[in-house]
């Protein structure tokens, strides 16, 4: 592999989306139901455009006071209501601000809930297709939410991350576990390598798992999140390996 998409969610009020943006290949911004606002989304949206980085709606469920990331059980009908709200909002304020809203990836609880419920995996992919079908979804690699964006023709992106450990059946481990986060740079620099080497990780046991890597989350609210987009950038353009957006 010569290249690979870092991504970052930005707009959630942590304070360095700035420096983050000179070493990531795609943003996904919040949309106001779990962080930021109007105002948020049209700054980070005009930020990126400047650096050339694409530019990705991250809807929440409505959950502002838990960061979104409290499981909700909700219709499936109120998921597609709730997604296609945030991906409009995000697309417009995209093209006033002269750019193109490129891609949607679904934020903390919502995302893992579609990564494993067909229902409201289906949901999120009906909406996406809704507001814009040449939109990218992306979605945990070996996902739901990733087997019902295939099914319905969207183009997908499958999801791996820099700073998460990894279950056996390729979820990721639980932010409620002690061992779910990674906090050193070179270990999250090493997961890096090998998902882009061979498309493998390695689980909390030990044992070795496969993922479909087309790009790689970086968490824009991690204390250490402009370090290890550093590390993470260098590792990889030392290497020779391109980091650039997910083709079309």
Do not use: W
Not at 59 to 66: G, W
Not at 139 to 159: F, N, Q, V, Y
């Amino acid at each position: 592999m010569h290249s690979i998409d870092l991504n970052c969610d930005m707009g959630e009020g942590c304070g360095h989306d700035e420096e983050l943006l000179e070493f990531v290949s795609s943003a996904n911004i919040a949309c106001g139901f779990h962080a930021g606002d109007a105002t948020t989304m049209r700054k980070t949206v005009e930020a990126a455009i400047k650096r050339n980085v694409a530019i990705g709606a991250h809807p929440s469920f409505p959950d502002r006071e838990n960061f979104g990331r409290t499981n909700m059980d909700m219709p499936a009908k109120a998921v597609f209501d709730i997604v296609t709200y945030q991906v409009g909002a995000m697309k417009a304020i995209c093209e006033t601000a002269g750019g193109k809203l490129r891609h949607v990836k679904p934020h903390g609880a919502l995302y893992n809930q579609a990564a494993r419920d067909q229902a409201f995996a289906k949901a999120i992919v009906e909406a996406v297709k809704a507001v814009d079908a040449n939109l990218i979804l992306f979605g945990l690699s070996g996902s739901e939410l990733i087997a019902a964006g295939e099914r319905a023709g969207l183009k997908t992106a499958s999801e791996v991350f820099a700073d998460r450990t990894y279950q056996m059946d390729g979820s990721l481990t639980p932010r409620s576990q002690p061992n779910a986060l990674i906090g050193n740079t070179d270990h999250a620099l090493a997961q890096v390598l090998r998902f882009v080497a061979d498309g493998s990780a390695a689980a909390t046991n030990g044992e070795t798992i496969q993922v479909d890597a087309d790009t790689i989350c970086l968490h824009g609210d991690g204390e250490h999140a402009v370090e290890f987009a550093r590390v993470i950038f260098d590792g990889l353009k030392s290497r020779g390996i391109m980091i650039s957006p997910v083709a079309k």
